[in-house]
């Protein structure tokens, strides 16, 4: 891949996350009917007061961070799999015999922890799986299980143990301390790591407020949700998600159609899919007649800011954006999705949580 390409691709991934992280979530693209703007008077947002730094947050930060500096040993084919490793895993749920929703995944990288609450079960079915083997897991989701369509249900994922890694930590010595670039001590470390996490927390306490305005921005607008569009929505995210090659040679037709029947047919899903259509028209709507424009030096100051972030020269990425269209395309987009947003927080009352 030559290094323009790289850059571009580079360039993707880190607006897809972007978008995907917006308040609101990715905006829809697909176009959308001309609507009354909704009416912004009274428009209140209540922010969340930020929960104290706990110790289990600040452990939970340093332990992240110990593991950005750690040493991977990777696992030769057939060795088992032990606690304490990382295994690269492919997956599918199976409930009665019918494949369970939102299950597939491939190319996973799951640790092997103690604090098993991503998949509860799978970390003590996988041990001493050999590198290269299958196994089938029984998954007991509990009744508080953080996915609610999950709660209650037992699966039996099939698994495949792709490749693993043994993670070897570093030792917390004056040269572990000083690589963190976070002080010169541990006390120092662990002040800064606070000082991060608070700093965090307020930035996820706007961002909910953003979140809560958008959702109520959605409720005001008048608009009819075809069910067909809210089909089609979900198709596509399940296109991306588990249409795959992958899946195409792992599993049956049938078992596909599954997947994509229970994306469907899921109450959650789809209304998200109506909020995001109904914000999307009141947005475009509410644009038009306040005359909320990306600004001229919009791209500009992306392109400075982005450069920076990524240790790349303006001209860099300047160059990059001036050669493919279709991404320039995309940043502009999300630069206006942000100015709306913005416009719209502007004019909403923050209440103290």
């Not at 922010?47 to 961070?65: D, G």
Request: with cysteine.
């Amino acid at each position: 891949m030559s290094g323009s390409a790289a850059l571009q691709a580079d360039m993707r991934a880190a607006l897809r996350q972007m978008i995907d992280q917006a308040p609101g979530g990715a905006p829809l693209e697909r176009s959308v009917p001309v609507i009354e703007a909704p009416s912004l008077d009274n428009l209140e947002v209540t922010m969340p007061a930020p929960e104290p730094v706990t110790e289990k947050a600040l452990l939970a930060r340093f332990a992240a961070l110990k593991r950005e500096l750690a040493t991977e040993v990777p696992r030769a084919e057939v060795e088992a799999v032990a606690l304490g490793d990382e295994v690269l895993i492919d997956c599918v749920g199976y409930v009665r015999g019918r494949i369970l929703p939102f299950s597939m995944r491939e190319d996973l990288w799951y640790e092997m922890s103690e604090d098993d609450a991503y998949l509860p079960g799978m970390v003590a079915g996988l041990a001493g799986t050999p590198v290269g083997g299958s196994k089938s897991v029984t998954i007991v989701f509990p009744d508080d299980y953080p996915v609610e369509r999950h709660r209650g249900i037992t699966a039996v994922f099939a698994v495949m143990v792709k490749a693993a890694r043994t993670i070897v930590l570093p030792e917390e010595n004056d040269a572990f301390i000083l690589a963190l670039e976070r002080g010169y001590t541990l006390e120092e470390v662990f002040v800064h790591l606070a000082n991060e996490l608070t700093e965090e927390q307020d930035e996820e306490a706007l961002h909910a407020g953003k979140v809560e305005v958008l959702a109520e921005v959605a409720r005001r607008a008048i608009v009819d949700v075809p069910a067909a569009v809210i089909d089609e929505e979900i198709r596509a995210q399940w296109r991306a998600a588990e249409d795959t090659p992958g899946n195409a040679e792992r599993l049956m037709p049938d078992e596909l159609v599954q997947s994509m029947d229970g994306w469907i047919s899921d109450p959650e899903l789809r209304s998200e899919q109506e909020r995001r259509y109904r914000l999307a028209a009141a947005m475009r709507a509410i644009a038009l007649r306040d005359d909320v424009k990306l600004g001229d030096d919009a791209l500009e100051t992306f392109v400075d800011t982005y450069a920076k972030s990524m240790d790349l020269t303006v001209a860099e990425v300047a160059a990059t954006l001036a050669s493919d269209h279709e991404l320039r395309g995309i940043v502009r987009r999300h630069l206006l999705y942000q100015v709306q947003v913005e416009h719209l927080f502007s004019r909403a009352t923050v209440l103290p949580g």
